[in-house]
């Protein structure tokens, strides 16, 4: 996979976290590759196509799945950063705002 993507086209297949890159590669990445159809897709030909997160995620949960993505995908911009201000996010939680 690329470790910092330039095209639009990303693919974010929910469901894989618990799968090391090998074994998403070798199950996932590789059938789509196979596929009539889904090669044919920009973020396959691109080596676009990333583990997405959870299937039963909350709100709070997809803030850092979404940050997660951000660091995968676009490394350049997001390589130490975070996405959302956790404080906030607490302050929120807590009845702090």
């Not at 660091?71 to 996405?83: A, G, H, L």
Request: a negative charge; zero cysteines.
């Amino acid at each position: 996979m690329l470790s910092q993507h330039t095209s639009k086209d990303v693919l974010l297949v929910r469901g894989q976290v618990e799968k090391d890159q090998a074994t998403f590669e070798e199950t996932i990445v590789d059938s789509l590759r196979n596929n009539p159809v889904a090669s044919e897709l920009t973020a396959v030909q691109n080596d676009a196509v990333y583990r997405g997160g959870y299937l039963d995620q909350g709100p709070i949960i997809n803030l850092f799945q979404t940050e997660a993505a951000a660091q995968r995908i676009y490394s350049n911009e997001f390589s130490e950063e975070t996405v959302f201000d956790r404080q906030r996010v607490a302050d929120i939680i807590t009845g702090s705002t």
